[in-house]
Protein backbone atom coordinates (compact mmCIF):
# COMPACT_ATOMS: atom_id res chain seq x y z
CA UNK A 1 0.00 0.00 0.00
CA UNK A 2 1.74 3.37 -0.88
CA UNK A 3 1.36 6.18 1.47
CA UNK A 4 0.99 9.51 0.63
CA UNK A 5 1.98 12.70 2.64
CA UNK A 6 -0.37 15.69 2.43
CA UNK A 7 1.78 17.96 3.40
CA UNK A 8 2.32 20.22 0.47
CA UNK A 9 6.22 22.18 0.77
CA UNK A 10 5.64 25.91 0.71
CA UNK A 11 6.34 27.89 -2.83
CA UNK A 12 7.51 31.59 -2.97
CA UNK A 13 4.15 33.19 -3.04
CA UNK A 14 3.45 31.08 0.15
CA UNK A 15 6.68 32.00 2.38
CA UNK A 16 6.19 36.09 0.57
CA UNK A 17 2.27 35.93 2.43
CA UNK A 18 4.14 35.09 5.90
CA UNK A 19 5.05 38.46 8.35
CA UNK A 20 8.30 38.81 9.63
CA UNK A 21 6.94 37.30 13.48
CA UNK A 22 5.78 34.41 11.70
CA UNK A 23 9.00 33.47 9.85
CA UNK A 24 11.65 31.76 12.45
CA UNK A 25 8.61 29.72 13.34
CA UNK A 26 8.16 28.86 9.57
CA UNK A 27 11.83 27.62 9.75
CA UNK A 28 11.76 26.15 12.42
CA UNK A 29 8.97 23.71 11.02
CA UNK A 30 11.08 23.31 7.69
CA UNK A 31 13.68 22.54 9.87
CA UNK A 32 11.82 19.94 12.10
CA UNK A 33 10.61 18.05 8.68
CA UNK A 34 13.87 18.56 7.03
CA UNK A 35 12.54 20.38 4.30
CA UNK A 36 14.60 23.65 4.60
CA UNK A 37 17.50 22.47 1.77
CA UNK A 38 14.89 21.37 -0.09
CA UNK A 39 12.72 24.71 -0.18
CA UNK A 40 15.98 27.23 -0.92
CA UNK A 41 16.86 24.82 -3.47
CA UNK A 42 13.80 25.12 -5.25
CA UNK A 43 13.84 28.89 -5.12
CA UNK A 44 17.18 28.96 -6.28
CA UNK A 45 15.90 26.42 -9.00
CA UNK A 46 13.40 29.01 -9.88
CA UNK A 47 16.14 32.15 -9.79
CA UNK A 48 18.16 30.36 -12.05
CA UNK A 49 15.89 28.83 -14.90
CA UNK A 50 12.52 30.06 -14.27
CA UNK A 51 10.47 32.93 -16.03
CA UNK A 52 11.12 36.22 -15.04
CA UNK A 53 7.87 36.96 -12.86
CA UNK A 54 8.89 33.59 -11.04
CA UNK A 55 12.64 34.67 -10.62
CA UNK A 56 11.14 38.16 -8.66
CA UNK A 57 9.24 36.41 -6.53
CA UNK A 58 11.39 33.53 -5.84
CA UNK A 59 14.44 36.14 -5.29
CA UNK A 60 12.12 38.06 -2.95
CA UNK A 61 11.12 34.92 -0.68
CA UNK A 62 14.77 34.02 -0.24
CA UNK A 63 15.52 37.56 1.04
CA UNK A 64 12.16 37.41 3.41
CA UNK A 65 13.80 34.52 4.55
CA UNK A 66 16.66 35.92 5.31
CA UNK A 67 19.57 34.12 2.66
CA UNK A 68 20.43 37.17 0.57
Given at each position: MKHETAYELPTATNILSLESAEMPGFVQ?????RSL????????????????????????????????
Open positions: ECLRTSWVVAELNKSILSGPEEERDEARKALEHLGFI
